[in-house]
């Protein structure tokens, strides 16, 4: 299969290889870029894990992983065959001399066989707690040395708090240079989160009412029907505003909030995005209870079946109080944005899985129809939906047809699977292929993670401080504790009914 000749060779090392990112995202992203031919020729991807395999054993298991998540369905086994080619497994350990040795001697036999260097991607794909020590071997044995042609891909969690983060971005930024270290945010791939940009940027339309003169509030919510499956050790120390809010979240608001860059550079984009996170309005200690609502699920049902408690999830502590919703009213205070809320929520086990981003605008500022005219009325409304529906929706009011002047709400949607059919490339897919080509438009910068920690700092603390008192306080299926309501409620506010459900009632009735 003719590949992208016209890069030079690359060696993919995924730390943690043995793992579910591995198995569900990497390599199936990685087939799916070797299928779309956007791999060079001359490429190898090589996983590391404690565990002992071969070779073949780690390609089957990978081709287990594809065979079940790759959006391409089913590998074609002559294609699978020529992709597997490339893989290859090595055994090691991050505290150990002899290993680290070793693979640097592994990587300098591809450089030999290509008869050149190749560009080198390190991708820690590991829990929090080996970051420390995957960075020093990879020092220590002088193997991502090369400031131009060497890559690090850091995963999420970036530290557990602000002091962490800094301390994890003092000690890489000791060893390399910042323009090596890729902070990834899967969200920042989604094609549909990628679009708020183009959507706000390319259109003229809606700028000049993209403001707090015309907007009321802005609600954001990631929703997840699923628990924590199988992940319950590392996210019983994360929790929800730890896993979610402080990355996908807060990306999915700088995007909406942010000032027009001059231009795509990624210095530009990520400028404007810190400018969003350090302008919003720090929470003090004593308003956390006013404006941040935690929650937990029991049991409940999901999908037609009963399903257990957070406590009751593996690797989970009994009496845990890890909040597994969050939801946050924020404000961003500069001209823009003064006195707009933004809410935003995030949970497991709530009732639909649903990413959107809704922009409520104001009223009409004068009514001249009649009472009876207006009694469906309701404010216009944007909705920027990132998952699964992946579209827009304007709302608007129209007349209604017959001889009466009657107003009632419309949407107009555009929906990616009608325009474009379902072909998009998954968020991976893209971001990897932004790291092999050295673009660093779409991660994070070191600023920007330090920023969103410190939005988050005080209610982390408050938390830690006051453990929750209920726990757990909504049922596995709903749509979250009754706080988050009430939060949004306080300023005459409710949460959208998410499209999807609205669209499944529809299509129901
Ligand atoms: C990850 C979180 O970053 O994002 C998970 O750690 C969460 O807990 C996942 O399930 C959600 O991603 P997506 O792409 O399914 O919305």
């Known amino acids: 299969m003719p590949a992208n000749n016209q890069q030079g060779p690359i060696v993919m090392v995924i730390f943690g290889a043995g793992g579910d990112l591995a198995l569900r995202k990497l390599v199936p992203a990685l087939y799916s870029l070797f299928l779309d ?15 002992k395999l071969d070779d073949d054993g780690f390609r089957s298991r990978l081709r287990e992983g594809v065979d079940t998540f790759s959006r391409r369905g ?24 002899a290993s680290g040795e070793a693979l640097g001697r592994r990587l300098n036999e591809f450089d030999q066989e290509w008869n050149s260097r190749g560009d080198r991607v390190f991708y820690l794909a590991i829990s929090p707690d080996l970051m420390v020590p995957a960075a020093r071997y990879l020092e220590q044995f002088g193997i991502c040395r090369d400031c131009k042609r060497d890559r690090l891909v850091v995963e999420k ?3 557990r708090d602000l002091a962490s983060a800094r301390e994890l971005d003092r000690l890489l930024t000791s060893l390399f240079a910042e323009s090596q270290i890729y902070r990834i945010d899967h969200y920042l791939g989604k094609e549909t989160v990628q679009n708020i940009l183009a959507f706000r940027f390319a259109n003229s339309l809606f700028e000049p009412i993209w403001n707090r003169r015309y907007i009321d509030h802005v609600q954001i919510t990631v929703a997840e029907t699923v628990g924590v499956e199988e992940r319950g050790g590392y996210y019983d120390q994360a929790g929800a505003l730890r896993d979610m809010v402080q990355n996908h979240l807060l990306q999915i608001l700088c995007l909406i909030a942010m000032e027009p860059p001059i231009s795509f550079a990624a210095d530009e984009v990520r400028n404007k995005k810190v400018d969003v996170l350090r302008a919003i309005r720090p929470i003090r200690p004593e308003e956390v209870h006013q404006v941040a609502v935690r929650g937990q699920y029991g049991k409940g049902e999901a999908g037609g079946k009963q399903a257990p408690g957070y406590r009751e999830e593996p690797n989970v502590a009994p009496g845990s109080s890890t909040e597994t919703y969050a939801a946050l009213k924020l404000f961003i205070d500069n001209w823009r944005w003064q006195g707009v809320p933004f809410y935003l929520r995030t949970g497991k086990r709530l009732q639909s899985k649903v990413s959107e981003a809704a922009i409520l605008f104001r009223p009409a500022p004068h009514q001249l129809f009649p009472a009876a005219a207006v009694e469906n009325w309701q404010p216009n409304r944007l909705v920027l939906r990132i998952q699964p529906e992946e579209g827009i929706v304007t709302r608007i009011q129209v007349k209604q047809p017959g001889t009466r002047m009657l107003l009632g709400p419309v949407d107009m949607q ?28 779409l991660f994070m910068r070191a600023d920007q993670v330090e920023s969103a920690w410190a939005v988050i700092t005080p209610v982390l603390e408050a938390w830690e401080a006051a453990p929750p008192a209920g726990f757990p306080d909504y049922p596995a299926g709903s749509w979250g504790p009754e706080g988050g309501d009430l939060l949004i409620a306080r300023e005459g506010h409710s949460w959208l009914k998410p499209a999807v459900q609205n669209e499944r009632k529809e299509e129901e009735g």
């Open 74 to 97: 089913r590998v074609d086994e002559e294609k699978w065959r020529a992709f597997a080619s490339h893989l290859s497994y090595f055994a090691g350990d991050l505290t150990d001399q």
């Open 414 to 441: 555009f929906r990616y699977r009608e325009v474009f059919g379902s072909d998009a490339p998954e968020a991976y897919e893209t971001l990897l292929l932004d790291v092999l080509r050295g673009d660093a438009t």
């Open 37 to 51: 031919r956007l791999l060079p020729e001359r490429f190898a991807i090589v996983g590391v894990a404690r565990k």
């Open 157 to 159: 969690p970036f530290g």
